[in-house]
């Protein structure tokens, strides 16, 4: 309602993951409403996380500025309508009278003030929050299970930040990404997408697996680990990758068989231990 809007300065709306960090969080097999009640935890803990960072020096000081600057002239016209409240009325300036201009100062004091920090606000300076921004982080993480090798202990880092507020994004923000996808999905999937046509298709027969009784469904679902097992995830093998013999469409080309190229081609590997992640979670 109103009270909340105003109380809690959320005028962009409340924070939302994005539905690109929903398909991220998401672990193989599921269910749609565990998935939504793991997520749902996240939020409180994921609002911590960035409330730690405060507000941008450069939004707080713009803030001072209109706050200054409404109410030195709020006060002036308040002056005025004292010693004679018609002077608000007649007296114009370009074609506006004094009212008019009274409700602008006030919307611009107003956002300036929204700008401004909280009370409960503290700035990083005044102790030392690296440890607990990094603790913050990952609580976040034992809701979202998602807790990237360049995350860990860098939760104070800028481009952590950048990276985690892209995927926690204001409503007002998503509203308009949506808005905007109605012009630009046209053009992705005329122009853009139909570049990456051959990846895809390779990629799906790649990592596609025939289930009895089920038919064919995605191999990392099935928890194949001799196949699909991320070798690299926790540092076990680091830097030591499998080699890739071009693509899947040479390889079918070179020995004129799908199902002997595909089963003989090295299966894409699920990155940060995703497979793994689901299997310890999967009930």
Request: aromatic share 14%; hydrophobic share 40%; proline share 4%.
């Amino acid at each position: 309602n109103a009270y909340d809007w105003k109380s809690t300065k959320q005028y962009l709306g409340p924070r939302e993951w994005s539905l690109s960090a929903k398909w991220t969080f998401r672990e193989l097999n599921e269910l749609p409403h565990h998935f939504e009640r793991r997520l749902s935890s996240s939020y409180k803990a994921a609002e911590g996380y960035l409330f730690l960072f405060g507000q941008n020096e450069v939004v707080v000081a713009l803030g001072r500025i209109l706050v200054f600057i409404g109410g030195s002239l709020g006060a002036l016209l308040f002056a005025f309508a004292a010693m004679n409240d018609a002077i608000l009325l007649h007296v114009k300036i370009a074609d506006w009278n004094l009212l008019w201009y009274a409700g602008v100062v006030g919307v611009v004091y107003s956002a300036g003030k929204a700008m401004l920090p909280t009370a409960e606000a503290q700035p990083r300076s005044s102790r030392n929050l690296f440890a607990e921004i990094d603790d913050a982080l990952a609580n976040v993480a034992t809701y979202t299970h998602h807790y990237p090798d360049t995350w860990r202990g860098r939760g104070w880092d800028q481009s952590t930040y950048k990276a985690f507020s892209t995927m926690f994004k204001y409503k007002a923000q998503l509203f308009m990404m949506e808005v905007a996808s109605v012009f630009l999905a046209p053009y992705i999937l005329c122009v853009s997408l139909a570049r990456c046509a051959d990846p895809i298709c390779e990629f799906v027969l790649a990592t596609k697996a025939d289930v009895p009784g089920a038919g064919e469904v995605c191999g990392y679902a099935t928890f194949d680990f001799d196949r699909y097992s991320d070798e690299m995830w926790e540092g076990r093998t680091l830097g030591t990758k499998e080699a890739m013999c071009g693509t899947l469409t040479e390889s079918i080309l070179r020995t004129g068989n799908v199902e002997e190229a595909t089963r003989q081609f090295p299966k894409p590997k699920m990155r940060h231990g995703k497979m793994e992640k689901s299997f310890f979670s999967f009930k």
